[in-house]
C-alpha cells in the first residue's frame, strides 16, 4: 500500500501538467495544428475571418482526399507516388468523354472512376505479381498516366460538364462542396481503416508481411485491393480538383503525391508501415493549407514558403520520432479507462479554452489597431522560375515602391491549382486589389468570380481570364507576337527551309497561342516546312536536351522557332557553332539572357513584350481600379521584334 501512494504522487503532483504533456505528445499534429491557428491569427488579422476559414478548407480538400487513399498504402508498408498523375488522367477522361466523345455524364463520371481504379490495380500487380518495389512500380505509372492525360487532351484544358463543375461550388451559398467530399472521404477511410476486414488486414501487412502472410492473409490480393483503394480515392480528387478549376488540366495535380505523403506523414504515420489514422491524414493536410494560406496572408515571399513547408515536414517526422522515444502510448490494457478517458476530455477542454482565449485576443488586438494603411494589392504570377516573369515581378514591385503600395506576390509553379488557392487567400484577405497573370486562362475564371463576388477589382496581365469579369487585361498579344515571329524567321531564310519549333508547357495559354500566331504566320511562306515541334516546357536545360534529341533525326535544319528565350538559348547551347550562322534562331519575350544573345548574333531576334512595362502598368491599373477611378478595358503593350540591328536602343 506504500509502495501504491509512492507511485501515485508525482501523478497527483503532475496532474494537469503531465496530462497537457501526454496530449502534446499523443497528439503532436493536432497540438502543431492548433498552434499554427493561433500564431497566424496573432500574425495576421485576415486569418481568422469565416471566408478565409473556408478557403483553408477547400484548399485541403484535394490533398486531403489524395491522402486518405495514400494513407491505406503507408500503413501497409508501401508508397504510391502516382496518384497525381492518376487524378489528372481521370478528370480527364471524364472531361473528354463528356465533350468530345459526347458520353452521357453519369457514365463518363463512372468511368473517370474506373480509370482510378484501373490505375491503382496495375500498381498493385505489379506490386504483388510484378514483384516491382512500390516505388519503382508507383514511379513508372506517374509517367504514364500523366502521358496518357496529354494524350487525351492534346496537351489541352478541356471544359468540365455543368453538371459536374457544380462540385467546385458552395452549398447554401457559404458551405463548400469540396469541403463536404472530403469530410465523406475520410469518414469512408476511417470505416475501412477501423471497421473492416482489409482495413485490419492493411495494419496487419504494414508490421509484419511474412507474418500477415502465415497467418492465412492473402497478401497479394490484399495489395491489389489496397492500390485499388488508392486510385479510387485519386479519381475523386482529380474530379473535386477539375471541378474548382471548371476544366481538365492535363498538368493538374504535380507534385500533389509529395504533398499527400507529408501529409500523411505529418499526421503521425510511419513509412515502415503499420500506423496510421483517418484524422491524423485530415490535420497534416490541413496543417499544409494553413501553412500556405497563413503565409500567402503575411506577404512572405513564394521561395521563402517552400523552404518553410520543408522545414515543417521534417520536424513532424522528428517529432513523431521524439514522441516514440519518449514512450508516448495508448493506455495500457487493464488500466482504468474511465478515469483516464475523463482525464484526457477535461485536458482537451482546457486546451480548447486556452486556445479559443488566445485566438479571441488576438482577434481583438487586430480589430483594436486597424487604421490608415497602405493600400494592399496581391500579385499572383504563374511562375518565377522564368525571367520574364521575374521582370513583371521586378516592375510591379518598382511601381508599388513609387505609389506607395503594400504589393504580395505569389508563385504559382506553373500550377492551376495552386494559383486558385493564392488567389482565394487574396480575396479573403483585406486587398484593395489582386493583379493576376494565370497559368491558365479558363482556369483562373472560378477564382476572379470569386473575388468579383467580393467586391475586388482584379486586372489581368499579360494573359487574360475567361469567363470572369477583369476591371482590365494589360498585355502583349501573345498570337501577335508568333506571327511576328514566323515572320521573321522566314525572311531571314528568305522564304525557304526547314524548322523545327520547340513548344512551351502543354496545356498553357501561353504556348497555344504563341504557336498559333506562329502557325498563321508561316502559312505566308510555303517554302518553309517544318519538320519536327516538341514541348521543351518553357526551360532552358529541357530546350537544350530536346534540341539535341532533335538534331539527331534532322542535323541540316534551317532555323528555329522556341515560344520563349529560355528554350532558345538552350537550342543555341546545343546548336554550337551553327547557331547564327548555318541556323538562324528566334525566341520570344525579349529577357536580358536572351537580349545578350541577340548582340552576340548567336540569337537571330527575340519577339521582346517589354515585361517590366508589363508589371507597372498592371499596379498602377489596379491602384486606380481599388480608387474607383477610370480605368481602360484593354492596356496594350506593344511587342517587337528585336535583332542585331536595334538591340542597343531597346529598353524592357
Not at 442 to 457: E, L, Q, T
Request: glycine share 12%; proline share 3%.
Amino acid at each position: 500500500m506504500a509502495t501504491d501512494t509512492l507511485k501515485s504522487k508525482p501523478g497527483a503532483q503532475g496532474g494537469a501538467v503531465g496530462g497537457l504533456r501526454r496530449l502534446l505528445l499523443d497528439n503532436g499534429a493536432l497540438t502543431a495544428l492548433i498552434v499554427l491557428v493561433i500564431a497566424m491569427s496573432a500574425l495576421s488579422g485576415d486569418f481568422l475571418t469565416a471566408d478565409n476559414l473556408l478557403n483553408v478548407g477547400v484548399q485541403a480538400a484535394v490533398t486531403a482526399i489524395l491522402a486518405f487513399g495514400v494513407t491505406f498504402v503507408i500503413v501497409s508498408a508501401g508508397i504510391d507516388l502516382s496518384v497525381g498523375s492518376v487524378a489528372a488522367l481521370s478528370a480527364t477522361v471524364l472531361a473528354w468523354s463528356a465533350t468530345e466523345a459526347g458520353i452521357p455524364v453519369a457514365l463518363a463520371v463512372v468511368l473517370a472512376v474506373a480509370t482510378g481504379i484501373a490505375c491503382g490495380l496495375v500498381n498493385g500487380f505489379l506490386v504483388s505479381y510484378g514483384k516491382l518495389p512500390p516505388f519503382i512500380a508507383t514511379l513508372a505509372m506517374l509517367s504514364v498516366a500523366r502521358g496518357l492525360s496529354l494524350v487525351i487532351s492534346q496537351g489541352s484544358p478541356i471544359a468540365f460538364p455543368d453538371s459536374v463543375s457544380h462540385l467546385g461550388d458552395t452549398l447554401g451559398g457559404w458551405l463548400p462542396v469540396p469541403v463536404l467530399v472530403m469530410i465523406v472521404m475520410g469518414l469512408l477511410t476511417a470505416f475501412v481503416l477501423g471497421r473492416t476486414y482489409i482495413g485490419r488486414s492493411m495494419y496487419a501487412i504494414g508490421g509484419n508481411e511474412e507474418a500477415a502472410r502465415l497467418s492465412g492473409l492473402r497478401v497479394k490480393k490484399q495489395k491489389l485491393a489496397i492500390y485499388a483503394f488508392s486510385g479510387l480515392f485519386a479519381a475523386a480528387a482529380g474530379i473535386v480538383l477539375a471541378s474548382r478549376l471548371a476544366s481538365a488540366q492535363p498538368q493538374a495535380a504535380q507534385g500533389y503525391e509529395l504533398d499527400a505523403i507529408a501529409a500523411v506523414v505529418i499526421g503521425g504515420a510511419s513509412l515502415a508501415g503499420g500506423t496510421g489514422k483517418a484524422s491524423g491524414t485530415l490535420i497534416g493536410a490541413l496543417i499544409l493549407a494553413v501553412l500556405r494560406n497563413g503565409l500567402n496572408l503575411l506577404s512572405v515571399s513564394a521561395f521563402w514558403q517552400q523552404v518553410v513547408i520543408g522545414v515543417v515536414i521534417a520536424l513532424a517526422v522528428l517529432f513523431d520520432t521524439v514522441r516514440r522515444k519518449a514512450g508516448a502510448t495508448a493506455p495500457a490494457a487493464g488500466a482504468s479507462g474511465g478515469g483516464n478517458k475523463g482525464k484526457q476530455a477535461l485536458t482537451y477542454v482546457i486546451a480548447a479554452v486556452v486556445a479559443v482565449a488566445v485566438v479571441g485576443a488576438t482577434s481583438l488586438l487586430h480589430n483594436g489597431s486597424s487604421g490608415a494603411a497602405k493600400p494592399k494589392i496581391g500579385l499572383s504570377l504563374s511562375t518565377l522560375n522564368n525571367p520574364f516573369f521575374v521582370q513583371i515581378r521586378d516592375g510591379a514591385e518598382e511601381e508599388a515602391k513609387k505609389l506607395g503600395v503594400d504589393l504580395t506576390v505569389t508563385d504559382a509553379q506553373n500550377d492551376a491549382s495552386q494559383q486558385a488557392n493564392q488567389l482565394q487567400n487574396f480575396t479573403s484577405g483585406s486587398l484593395s486589389a489582386v493583379v493576376v497573370n494565370p497559368v491558365d486562362s479558363d482556369a483562373a475564371g472560378p477564382s476572379v468570380r470569386g473575388a468579383n463576388k467580393a467586391g475586388i477589382p482584379v486586372i489581368a496581365v499579360d494573359r487574360g481570364v475567361n469567363k470572369a469579369d477583369t476591371s482590365a487585361l494589360v498585355a502583349s498579344d501573345n498570337v501577335e507576337g508568333g506571327a511576328l515571329g514566323a515572320k521573321a524567321l522566314a525572311e531571314k531564310l528568305g522564304g525557304k527551309g526547314t524548322i523545327v519549333i520547340l513548344q512551351g508547357q502543354a496545356g498553357t495559354s501561353a504556348s497555344r497561342e504563341r504557336g498559333a500566331g506562329f502557325a498563321e504566320g508561316l502559312k505566308d511562306y510555303p517554302g518553309i516546312k517544318v519538320v519536327a515541334k516538341q514541348p521543351a516546357d518553357f526551360d532552358r536545360t529541357k530546350g537544350l536536351d530536346v534540341m539535341t534529341n532533335l538534331l539527331q533525326a534532322h542535323p541540316d535544319i534551317d532555323g528555329v522557332f522556341a515560344e520563349n528565350d529560355e528554350m532558345a538559348l538552350g537550342a543555341i547551347k546545343a546548336l554550337g557553332s551553327k547557331a547564327g550562322r548555318s541556323v538562324q534562331v528566334v525566341g520570344f519575350d525579349g529577357t536580358p539572357d536572351g537580349l545578350k544573345a541577340v548582340q552576340a548574333g548567336t540569337l537571330y531576334a527575340s519577339v521582346a513584350q517589354q515585361p517590366s512595362e508589363l508589371g507597372r502598368i498592371a499596379v498602377r491599373n489596379a491602384l486606380r481600379a481599388a480608387e474607383d477611378e477610370k480605368v481602360e478595358k484593354m492596356v496594350k503593350v506593344p511587342v517587337k521584334v528585336v535583332t542585331k540591328e536595334n538591340v542597343a536602343g531597346f529598353e524592357g
